[in-house]
Each structure stands twice: as C-alpha cells, then as structure tokens.
C-alpha cells in the first residue's frame, strides 16, 4: 500500500462567504482569497452598506437616522461625506467638527453614546481625521453586537446636547455609512 496523501489544511473549509481556501502544506495552514468587499483569516468580515444617504443637521434635535440590517457584530463605522456641512458657528462650516475635532456621535436610540467609546457625550480627537476629512472610520476595540432592525443616530454634538446651536447654520452633513461586519 502505499502512503495515504498527506491532508490538505483546506480540508476543514475554514474559508467562508465563497472564498477559495489555499493550502499551505509545509506550514500546515491555508489562507483564505476572499471575494472583494470581505476580509478577514476566514473571509468572516464584510462591508455592509446602508441603503440611502444619512444626514446630520447642525441644530433642531435632527440626528442622522439609520437601522442595522441584519444581527451581528460591527468592527468599525465608515462615514463617507456625500454633500452639506454643519456648523457650530455662523463662520464656519466642515464635515464632520470644527477644525481637528470631531463633533459626530454615534448614540442608540436613546441618544446613548456608543462613540466615542468612553461613552462621554463630548467632541473628540480621531487620530488621521479632521472635522473636514472625506470619510470618518470609528472602530470599536470590541465589536459592537446589534439586532436586525436596530436603530442608531449620528448627532452633531452641539445639536445632541443643546450647546449653544442657536447660532449654527441650519445646514446637514449627508453620508454613506458602511460596517465593517460579521455574522
Ligand atoms: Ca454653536
Ligand atoms: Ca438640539
């Protein structure tokens, strides 16, 4: 008889979502060549895109409404500006905050700050971001886990916390929001 073939590392099928799993014999391992959109060890993560835009309005109590399609766990929140600016001034005008801060607030549904993560309703520094970037990313350093259906708000801090927005233009702040996700 001969020797029985030595077992492929892809024999498990460690790779998921349509990945192709690629053995690794010397090293006993694999690694997964995931389809585009998905990353990951096993191609386990993928980008999950809100339907529509999401706007953000710099006073009125008009946060940014969207629903978490599916259940799962979240890694990070990308916001790409699509058009509008906010504002915490009659002068100024930007993306996202005021300069190199951050006024944008992740909360649940009752205004509950999700992020920044210390869950202080404040505005924040995001290292390689500014309140005039072309996108935001927000990770989380533990995935934030969500129902399908579940409802999250994207304030203007100053119109989350009632912080002198009388004086901001009326203006809204529109975005994509795209997770970084699993299942
Ligand atoms: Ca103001
Ligand atoms: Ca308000």
Known sequence: MSNAPSQSPCLSKPCRNNSSCRALYQLNDFWCE??????????????????????????????????TPMAGKIYSTRLVHISGKVSCTPEDESNWGYHSFIDTILTD??????????????????PGFTGNSPELVLTFTSPLVVNAGQEYRLWYWEDLVNDTEEDNKPGSSCMKVIYLFSD
């Open 34 to 67: 995931c389809q585009a959109n998905y990353s990951g060890r096993y191609c386990e993560k993928w980008l999950v895109e809100i339907p529509g835009d999401v706007c953000m309005y710099g006073k009125g109590d008009k946060p940014g409404v969207f629903f």
């Open 109 to 126: 549904k009752d205004d509950h700050v999700v992020f920044p993560e210390d869950q202080i309703a404040n505005y924040y520094e995001l």
